[in-house]
Every structure is written in structure tokens, then in C-alpha cells.
């Protein structure tokens, strides 16, 4: 059936360091792979999205990895800040559906 | 622009009882999806609405329902409330069909 999962529930790291969060997904069908961040009370923020047909996507300090042999998707975070802590998500989104299938998310902690 | 509203932001219903949350999209965007956090299913998509029509559904039994008015706004309602249905609901939406969804900031509904 359609999941996408993430291996690590938290991840702590120094500030300034950079942040590698992953993710699995079961899906080859899936038109787009998609990162949203969410802080407490608030709702998820979109980060960066990659197309099924590519690899590789770097936005803002952030770059999105994409293995489809092994199906997984990572997002990493350079010179990690205070503010990037928050839980991240990663999802896959359906054209034909318009809909978003999350993973559990990562909480990031980032230690001053 | 304004982002995505949600009203109310808390709401304690009691179990039995029927519920309508409110959701105004971002100015011009068309696409209004609904989604359900809970800490141990995580975010799962409920339903979508383009143009007044319902495009796509979640596996969320019947008395989750929902609409969408001709400007956009969109309501979603969940009859004969149950203890599980305590959870954030999360409206997003987008222009049409796109992965990037801008969320709200949620209700926070509680089931007594």
C-alpha cells in the first residue's frame, strides 16, 4: 500500500553543523516528493519539493536527495540554526490525486 | 497576501455530538485539502475540494464530511463524535494541483 516512512523519530545536532534527515517511501508512482517543516502550533510549512524524474534539488540552505533504486529520500540542512528546529515531514504527492502522503516526521533539535 | 485561516482554533465537543470546522483558503487558490493529525497516525488526508467538488478522499469512515462554497471556502463537518477523532485538523490549500500546500493553523479539537 502507499507509506512513506522516516527512519529516525529525533535528531540532535550542534548549531552550525549540517542536518541530514531521511526517508522511505514504498511508492514508485508518486509524482513528487515534498519536505514540510512544522514548528509547535503551528501548521506544516513547505520547503522544497523534487520531481519523481530527478535526483537532486538544492533551495535555500536545504538539498533534497532522491534514490529511486532504493527508494529514498533525504533532506539536508547546511549550518544548521536555532530556528530550523521543528519536526519535518516528508511526503509524497499524486497529480492525479491532490493529495499529500506523510511520513510519521523527524524531530530536529538543534543544540546551541 | 493572508494565509490560510481556520476557525475556531479549540473546540471540546463531547462524544455523540457533531461538529463544523471552518477553513478560508489563501486568495485565489481553488484547492482546499483537509487533514488529520493525531500522534499516533501522524497527518492523514481526509478529503479535497476544487471548484465546489469533492476531487479525491481519504479512508475516513462516512461521518466525516465535507464542502467547499463557490469562494472557496470550504467547511468540513464529523458527526457522532468519538474519543479517536480528538486531533488537530489541518486545512492546505494551493491554486490547483501542487504538491506546495499552504496549511493553516489548525483546530484543535477535543473529545470528551
Known amino acids: 500500500g502507499e507509506s512513506v516512512g522516516l527512519h529516525l523519530p529525533t535528531l540532535s545536532v550542534q548549531e552550525g553543523d549540517n542536518s541530514i534527515i531521511n526517508c522511505a517511501y514504498s511508492?514508485?508512482?508518486?509524482?513528487?516528493f515534498i519536505w514540510y517543516k512544522q514548528e509547535s502550533g503551528k501548521g506544516p510549512q513547505f520547503i522544497i519539493d523534487i520531481r519523481s524524474n530527478m535526483d537532486k534539488r538544492q533551495g535555500q540552505r536545504v538539498t533534497v536527495l532522491l534514490n529511486k533504486t532504493v527508494k529514498h529520500l533525504s533532506l539536508q540542512i547546511a549550518a544548521t540554526q536555532p530556528g530550523d528546529s521543528a519536526v519535518y515531514f516528508c511526503?509524497?504527492?499524486?497529480?492525479?490525486?491532490?493529495?499529500?502522503?506523510f511520513g510519521q516526521g523527524t524531530e530536529l533539535s538543534v543544540k546551541p | 497576501k493572508a494565509g490560510v485561516t481556520q476557525t475556531p482554533r479549540y473546540l471540546i465537543k463531547t462524544r455523540g455530538q457533531q461538529v463544523t470546522l471552518s477553513c478560508s483558503p489563501i486568495s485565489g487558490h481553488r484547492s482546499v485539502s483537509w487533514y488529520q493529525q493525531t500522534p499516533g497516525q501522524g497527518l492523514q488526508f481526509l478529503f479535497e475540494y476544487f471548484s465546489e467538488t469533492q476531487r479525491n478522499k481519504g479512508n475516513f469512515p462516512g461521518r466525516f464530511s465535507g464542502r467547499q462554497f463557490s469562494n472557496s471556502r470550504s467547511e468540513m463537518n464529523v458527526s457522532t463524535l468519538e474519543l479517536g477523532d480528538s486531533a488537530l485538523y489541518l486545512c492546505a490549500s494551493s491554486p490547483s494541483f501542487r504538491p506546495e500546500q499552504y496549511f493553516g493553523p489548525g483546530t484543535r479539537l477535543t473529545v470528551t
Open positions: 511508492n514508485s508512482a508518486s509524482d513528487y
Open positions: 511526503a509524497d504527492f499524486y497529480n492525479q490525486g491532490g493529495k499529500l502522503i
